[in-house]
């Protein structure tokens, strides 16, 4: 029997044959007589590394036993094994050769969080963002078959990222083609079916073997003759397997469904993979998993254990915590709940983040304003797009690069029709450790080119707030951008007062150098301007810009500077060349922001640096450029 697990292992644990079982490889020469054994040692391997570094674990403790199973079963890698997300592949990573490297999970240099082509051959697509892994499976299959290959493509995708419409135009696609695949439903929710146990299991063995699908093969031919024959008895299968099974919806489909059957039964999930993999056509096997199997606290909490810190060491003396503000995605929560108390038309909309973006206490206090469309994004943006139609004024809450799913719906639903809806988009800019699938690094570039919407980041806490009310009240499309973690702890203004639509501020006055700041970068450009005795503008608006503003820093000052934790490409900076160039106003420039790669994980600090967007880098940056300007060209621009 497996064992339960009730703390993090401080010492690395004692694992006999996950030594022998560092790859696929070695894993496939085991009996499976020794895979329960395995699969005891493999969690507690899990526990270990990510005591160790922090990270997922909560998914990846349910998906032991199916990890082992699939890659006993198919011949990886030249099957093709396709994780959806890759909060469920840490065990994959494992078996495959990359259990001494586990200890750089998610840091500067180290490998990635999440399932990527270039860490290892075993890692058949990238992912981060959820629902994209029968689409690729589906590609994989239909490339093999014109190839001539046998080999065998697979996803595993959860029943969370089943919700988005991506995956069931996939399902839809892989019946029309009959493609050669298997979709593996990991249901670690119970959202889908609670019918779990020996009946099910025992079905299961017998639905997926070769002696049913041949039986299934004989009557088609036999029925196939007499009109109409073969659809009735085609259909009273479904009904019937319906009945006691839960895949009528895959079935109508095109799905050969399997299922459900209890993801951490070893024997059944083998047998049950044996018998599929030497099947045709598209087929489905539903898995009942728990979350955070084997380790008593995630299992009674999964949500709170879905990720977790890095443990310190016991006898560790404690550091004191520097002082800091609240996080930006609390700020928000409570201004939802204040506006919501004000204004009855209120809505709140998340695609599955109610935790990730504060929204907790939203949803207990206004639950029925409150919606969660789950993995949906473009379904969300299209939501508040219909309320605002009727007179609602929806707030959609949404990573940064979640809404780069739902952009046409931005463009075609909400923008071109002028309505009235608010974006509060989280983790805007680099977000440390998940790396650049989740980096916010493109949304002033995609929103800005959008006629008619107005776009704001904020500097602080503070001014959050007031741009959240501002966006609010605006009648139109608007969006707030601001990062994941704490701000500078500035004073809150508790009343819900807007700022003047495309008005940026002074924060300080100096000669020279006019540093135009969009965003969160405004502390460390306040240091900065302290040692160069340069102005800052707190820019506020992108999108309206402060257009006299700018003018006014151009003909003061000698160079100009813009930073923005976005893409340079397309961004902020981009905005001001714009103008500048639009007005004649010829003028050294410099862009700081995100140069044009993709940043890879590290803390948000090192991240930060490795761009030259902290002090240091900024100031650095200006003074290089300084050097390179003659006197001349500093000098204020004169005019009549």
């Known amino acids: 029997m497996p064992t339960t697990f009730h703390e993090f292992p401080r010492e690395r644990p004692a694992t006999p044959l996950l030594d022998r079982a560092e790859t696929p490889v070695g894993l496939r020469r085991l009996g499976e007589a020794e895979l329960e054994i395995l699969a005891d040692e493999l969690r507690q391997e899990l526990l270990y590394t990510v005591g160790k570094t922090g990270g997922h674990f909560g998914a990846g403790l349910g998906v032991i036993e199916l990890t082992i199973a699939l890659h006993y079963v198919f011949d990886t890698p030249d099957d093709r094994l396709v994780w959806d997300v890759g909060h469920q592949a840490y065990p994959h990573k494992i078996l495959t050769g990359r ?34 892994s029968i689409s690729a499976a589906l590609g994989m299959a239909i490339a093999a078959q014109l190839q001539g290959s046998k080999r065998k493509s697979v996803a595993v995708i959860g ?8 995956a069931f135009e996939a399902l839809n696609h892989a019946s029309d083609v009959k493609a050669n695949m298997l979709v593996v439903l990991n249901d670690n929710d119970m959202s889908i079916s609670k019918n779990v146990g020996g009946l099910s299991n025992h079905l299961a063995k017998i639905l997926s073997s070769r002696t049913y699908a041949n039986m299934r093969e004989g009557s088609k031919k036999v029925l196939s003759r007499l009109p109409g024959a073969w659809e009735i008895a085609r259909k009273t299968e479904e009904h019937a ?10 079935e109508e489909l095109g799905w050969n469904y399997i299922g459900p059957i209890d993801g951490h039964d070893l024997p059944t999930l083998i047998t049950t993979l044996r018998n599929m993999r030497e099947l045709e056509g598209p087929q489905f096997l539903h898995v009942i998993t728990k979350k955070g199997k084997g380790f008593a606290p995630a299992e009674l909490d999964p949500i709170g254990y879905h990720a977790i810190t890095k443990l310190e060491p016991v006898n560790a003396p404690a550091v004191p915590k520097k002082p800091s503000g609240p996080k930006y995605s609390a700020v928000f929560g409570q201004w939802l709940c204040d506006m919501a108390e004000a204004d009855a038309r209120l809505m709140g909309i998340t695609p599955a983040m109610k935790e990730g973006s504060d929204l907790v206490a939203f949803s207990e206090r206004f639950p029925k304003r409150y919606f969660d469309v789950a993995i949906a994004e473009q379904h969300a943006v299209t939501l508040a797009a219909g309320m605002a139609c009727e007179g609602a004024k929806p707030v959609v809450a949404i990573y940064s690069t979640f809404l780069q799913r739902g952009y046409d719906q931005l463009i075609h639903d909400v923008a071109v029709q002028h309505l009235d809806v608010l974006f509060a988009i989280d983790r805007a800019g680099l977000v440390g450790e998940d790396g650049p699938t989740h980096a916010g690094s493109f949304d ?19 001014e959050l707030r007031r741009m959240l009310t501002t966006g609010y009240l605006f009648n139109g499309p608007a969006a707030v951008r601001y990062p994941r973690g704490s701000g500078p702890n500035a004073s809150i203004d508790e009343a819900l007062v807007p700022l003047e639509i495309g008005k940026g501020v002074v924060r300080r006055k100096g000669q020279g150098v006019a540093m135009l700041v969009f965003g969160v ?3 460390d450009a306040l240091l900065v301007a302290e040692k160069l005795d340069a102005t800052v503008v707190d820019m506020r608006f992108v999108k309206p810009l402060d257009e006299a503003l700018i003018r006014q820093m151009a003909a003061e000052h000698g160079l100009l500077v813009t930073i923005e934790e976005n893409a340079i490409m397309g961004g902020a900076g981009s905005a001001v060349s714009e103008f500048l160039t639009r007005e004649s106003l010829l003028k050294p420039l410099l862009h700081l922001g995100l140069p044009d790669v993709y940043v890879e994980h590290a803390k948000p600090a090192t991240m930060l640096a490795e761009c030259g967007l902290d002090a240091a880098g900024i100031e650095a940056a200006i003074n290089e450029r ?14 009549a």
């Open 521 to 523: 970068q405004l502390a």
């Open 159 to 166: 029943d969370g990222a089943l919700t988005a419409g991506m």
């Open 626 to 639: 300084l050097a390179l300007l003659t006197p001349l060209s500093l000098a204020p621009t004169i005019t």
């Open 241 to 250: 397997k319906g009945m006691l099974v839960s895949g009528t919806l895959f």
């Open 99 to 132: 259990r001494e490297l586990m200890h750089t999970l998610r840091q500067k240099d180290g490998i990635a969080a999440f399932p990527r082509r270039s860490e290892s051959e075993y890692d058949t697509f990238g992912v981060g963002h959820s629902s994209t």
């Open 444 to 462: 002033l570039s995609y929103l800005r080119c959008i006629p008619g919407i107005v776009v704001m980041a904020p500097s602080d806490e503070n």
